[in-house]
């Protein structure tokens, strides 16, 4: 029923935004430990992972956008599952940005609300289109994390873990959206989705 999805929907929105998030699966890092880092790194390594937690936000946003216009199940049940890892991810991110002396992004909220509706439209276009979307944002996030563990500190064994894990479950979420029929997206799009991409990733390193 519709007023079930609204609910179901809101509810995701909120847990997002101010609840705890609790990974189903352990940490990457969780046997690794914590080498001495200088403050520029452990200020840089905090940045970039305020980043990836505002990318973990926008994909549950997406994701609960997509899923709430979506009629076919097979597709529904995809995009919880992926959601369910991404959940992981934003636990990850935020457990390590705390130990980092770090802090989450104060536009969250705002990054949320634009990513749902982004997702909703992307849904509206239909099945194809909506994984489509949903394998080029994975494409553009995996090839996001790989640029971080570039220029993340060798010696951050803890923090580059994570990266490399949350790399890892981005190309299978892609490679799943393809083999569940999604297309191509036109190059335009592409590169208006990395644009927008760049501004948030610019913004959410400082704020």
Not at 15 to 20: S, V, Y
Not at 46 to 75: P, W
Not at 76 to 81: H, I, M, P, R
Request: charged residues 20%.
């Amino acid at each position: 029923m519709m007023i079930d999805r609204l609910i179901t929907t809101f509810d995701t929105g909120l847990r997002t935004l101010f609840a705890q998030p609790v990974a189903s699966r352990a940490r990457p890092d969780g046997n690794t430990e914590e080498a001495p880092l200088s403050t520029a790194e452990k200020n840089q390594a905090a940045a970039l992972m305020r980043i990836n937690h505002v990318g973990e936000v926008c994909a549950q946003a997406l994701y609960s956008g997509q899923a709430f216009v979506s009629r076919d199940a097979t597709i529904v049940n995809a995009l919880k599952q992926a959601a369910t890892e991404e959940t992981d991810h934003l636990a990850w991110c935020e457990g390590r940005i705390h130990e980092l002396g770090g802090r989450k992004s104060l536009l969250n909220p705002l990054w949320y609300v634009g990513s749902f509706g982004l997702g909703t439209v992307a849904g509206l276009l239909g099945d194809r289109w909506n994984l489509g979307f949903l394998a080029e944002t994975e494409k553009q996030v995996e090839a996001h994390l790989a640029s971080h563990l570039e220029v993340l500190s060798p010696a951050d064994h803890k923090t580059r873990k994570i990266v490399a894990q949350m790399q890892a479950d981005e190309r299978e979420h892609a490679d799943t959206a393809h083999q569940l029929g999604g297309v191509a997206l036109p190059i335009p799009v592409q590169f208006g989705m990395k644009f927008a991409s760049k501004i948030m990733t610019k913004t959410a390193y400082y704020v």
